[in-house]
């Protein structure tokens, strides 16, 4: 006995896994069953009616309870068919490709000889993600290549920045995108900017950004593990920037961290706390040269501008804390006349 | 939070509301079908300190397919600041693609040049046979209304499609600060899509000013099936980001590389792996980092989901072990609850606690006709703040979707 209770748990556990991992639908809704249509023979255009007429404007042309129906004498519930069979996505997805593409099934009819399935060729399958062609598919017959070199979008896509799509074939955010995106932007900036607005870019890229629409206030509308600065990242931040100096750089300036170490008590002048560890500053030197050296971006964050002339006062030509040019210091500025070099160097010193 | 903090906070809520009503009512004057318009309010209680404000506004206009515009504002509250204008920008456009300008606010990012803020404009001129002209110039932004000094910046990319498979680029910027150089760059980018699955991306930024190699970056991906593995490496010079002018720059070259591996598989229809481990070499000495992240959706649409994520830093300097998880639930009537909850515990807490946990819980309504409403309760330990509980709040209005 308690082996068939354990083995009917087990089973029913399985059951919620594979519903929950999307191996098996979930009831009541499930993908609309057009394998089993087409293995039927049923021509397409028998559901959807008049389609193959369809310009780039007007009605989807799903098929309604009456088209079903017209087969399924006796159907099996009283609900709407479409209630069960298709799911919500599959409809919203063709209602934004028709907002958002230009396209007429009319005339793509003639060169498929009627064949629908030649571009919906995911209607063959069991359980598709989407009924809706991919792009791939349309540059089997469409090349476009002097489009995508002219980053010509518009002769298809009708406001690309506002569809908010991701792109299924094709320049596809996959992976750790967050760290990935400024490589991969590098070649295609422009190409990025056919869908995304600068505002997207600006809210991390900003020059001393106080970021307009901080992820923390999305509030659960778009929770990711993959967002940038997640989770209680200010209390770690000093040694996320540690483990990756210079990154920070990428979109915040010096008067990025001035300001809030500034507020907290943290910065030069207002210090309640230091943020450096014992052994920073001692009188044969301390840690503060060489934890400089791996990562002086970090140091001009409090100290740079007028803070300069905290190092200056020790490491001025002559003074008590030594040569500061460390392994690799190449310039080709003037060491009397130019910024940084006249702080140390100038005339007089 | 103090009683005189609270009223603070309620005025502040009322005068956001306020303005969100206001700005909501010339939204829906202002309804035509290509232009977005959002508004958004937002308050957050900050620790014992005063509370944050903001308003934020944003638009875009796309009437026409040879004109676009663009802008985002927001004004408010906070300890350092009152307001800003981080976009207002026009962009013209030959309607076949073959020239582009952009002018006003934006990011200029192009080629190896690091993103920057610039009050200025690009040109971009496109030839069918795959070559691109960029110019750009332009002021840095000063932020949050500073004083302008009126430091410039100036250069341009020249790009290449070979073969229909790579494209090959060349960049130079100079920035100059109060007439001294304070940046100078040349630099190289490369991005190659031989076969649909397999790409490969790079670029290298040289200083000409202090000489040597500022940043490198590589990234090559493949993906089959279910399956996408991406190999990563990149070189950074710090004392080489910094402008020429600052005294860091001169503290010699220590550059930071770093190489690893990114796999991700889908494991099941609705479940993703991520798994990705890196060898990093900096001055101070070797160490890594990697993570491992499952995201599982809970609906084919991804209405709900849940994620986890285990991470473990180990360079010279920062030691820590981190574990996180998400969860969103659609509570249905446009109702959303989330939670996200983070544990991180520091190899060497040196007094500052051994573990900081964070956590926020939030609960949204958004409506069909445009109005997204939030509230949150933050609360987390830290090496700054023992405990610290932090109350937050969204209102928003949508007008098309910008």
Not at chain 1, 205 to 214: K, N, Q, R
Not at chain 1, 253 to 267: K, L, N, P, Q, Y
Not at chain 2, 243 to 252: D, H, K, Q, R, Y
Not at chain 2, 269 to 274: F, Q, S
Request: hydrophobic content about 35%.
């Amino acid at each position: 006995m308690r082996a068939l209770t354990l083995l009917m748990m087990l089973a029913l556990s399985l059951a919620a896994c594979a519903s929950v991992l999307g191996i098996r639908p979930q009831a009541p809704s499930h993908p609309f069953e057009h394998r089993a249509h087409i293995l039927k023979g049923i021509n397409c255009l028998e559901c959807h009616r008049g389609v193959g007429l369809a310009k780039d404007t007007g009605p989807l042309h799903f098929p309604s309870d009456a088209e079903c129906v017209r087969c399924h004498r006796k159907p099996h519930d009283e609900r709407p068919c479409q209630g069960c069979h298709g799911e919500p996505y599959v409809r919203d997805a063709a209602e934004l490709a028709r907002t958002h593409l230009r396209f007429e099934h009319s005339r793509h009819m003639v060169a498929a000889e009627g064949d629908c399935v030649r571009c919906h060729v995911e209607v063959t399958e069991a359980r598709p993600d989407s009924v809706l062609p991919k792009m791939a598919t349309c540059f089997g017959c469409h090349e476009h290549r002097d489009q995508w070199t002219l980053r010509d979008c518009n002769g298809c896509h009708v406001d690309l920045e506002a569809e908010g799509t991701m792109p299924d074939d094709h320049l596809v955010h996959d992976g750790d995108w967050l760290r990935e995106h400024g490589t991969r932007a590098a070649s295609a900036r422009d190409l990025c900017a056919s869908c995304h607005t600068e505002r997207q870019c600006a809210s991390c890229h900003g020059e001393g950004t106080v970021p307009a629409l901080p992820w923390k206030l999305a509030l659960g509308n778009d929770m990711r593990l993959s967002d940038l600065h997640p989770a209680g990242f200010a209390a770690r931040h000093s040694l996320e920037a540690r483990a990756d100096p210079g990154l920070c750089t990428t979109c915040h300036t010096e008067s990025s961290c001035i300001d809030c170490h500034t507020r907290e008590g943290v910065a030069p002048g207002s210090t309640t706390t230091s943020p450096h560890p014992p052994g920073w500053l001692t009188p044969a030197g301390g840690d503060h040269g060489l934890q400089a050296r791996i990562d002086p971006v970090s140091c001009a964050g409090c100290h740079g501008g007028a803070g300069e002339q905290l190092c200056v006062g020790c490491h001025r030509v002559g003074g008590p804390g030594g040569n500061p040019h460390g392994p690799g210091f190449n310039s080709r500025q003037d060491e009397h006349h130019d910024m940084p070099c006249r702080l140390c160097h100038g005339v007089g010193r | 939070m103090s009683k005189t903090a609270a009223m603070d906070a309620r005025a502040r809520c009322l005068g956001a509301g306020a303005a969100a009503g206001l700005c909501a009512t010339w939204l829906t004057v202002a309804r035509a079908d290509p232009i977005r318009l959002r508004g958004d309010a937002l308050l957050q209680t900050e620790g014992g300190g005063s509370p944050t404000g903001l308003v934020v506004l944003q638009g875009e206009d796309a009437m026409q397919p040879w004109i676009s515009a663009e802008g985002l504002v927001w004004a408010g509250a906070t300890p350092s600041a009152t307001g800003d204008v981080l976009v207002l920008s026009v962009r013209l456009r030959e309607p076949h693609g073959y020239a582009q300008v952009q002018l006003g606010r934006f990011v200029l990012a192009t080629g190896a040049v690091h993103p920057v803020q610039i009050d200025g404009a690009h040109a971009i001129a496109r030839a069918p046979w795959g070559s691109t002209i960029e110019t750009f110039g332009g002021v840095p932004v000063v932020p949050q209304f500073g004083s302008r000094t009126y430091d410039w910046m100036a250069g341009g990319r020249v790009a290449e499609v070979v073969a229909n498979t790579a494209t090959v680029g060349v960049s130079y910027v100079q920035r100059r600060e109060g007439g001294e150089i304070s940046d100078e760059e040349v630099g190289s980018d490369l991005a190659v899509a031989p076969v649909r699955w397999f790409d490969l991306a790079g670029f290298a930024a040289y200083d000409v000013t202090n000489p040597g190699l500022a940043e490198a970056r590589a990234s090559a991906a493949a993906k089959v099936a279910d399956w996408r593995v991406e190999l990563f490496a990149s070189q950074i010079s710090p004392g080489r980001l910094l402008p020429a002018t600052s005294l860091f720059s001169v503290l010699g070259d220590f550059p930071s590389e770093t190489a690893g591996a990114t796999v991700r598989w889908r494991a099941a229809p609705r479940l993703d792996l991520l798994v990705s481990g890196a060898g990093q070499d900096l001055a101070g000495g070797l160490g890594g980092n990697g993570f491992v992240r499952a995201s599982l959706k809970l609906d084919d649409r991804g209405d709900g989901n849940l994620g986890l994520e285990f991470r473990r830093v180990d360079v010279p300097g920062s030691q820590w072990t981190g574990v996180r998880g998400v969860a969103a639930l659609p509570l249905g009537g446009g109702f959303r609850y989330s939670n996200e909850i983070e544990i991180v515990a520091p190899d060497y807490p040196d007094g500052r606690g051994v573990a900081w946990p964070w956590a926020l819980e939030a609960l949204s309504w958004r409506s069909r006709d445009g109005w997204d409403v939030g509230a949150a309760l933050e609360a987390s330990s830290s090496p700054l703040h023992r405990y610290e509980a932090d109350a937050l709040m969204r209102v928003s209005y949508a007008l098309g979707k910008p």
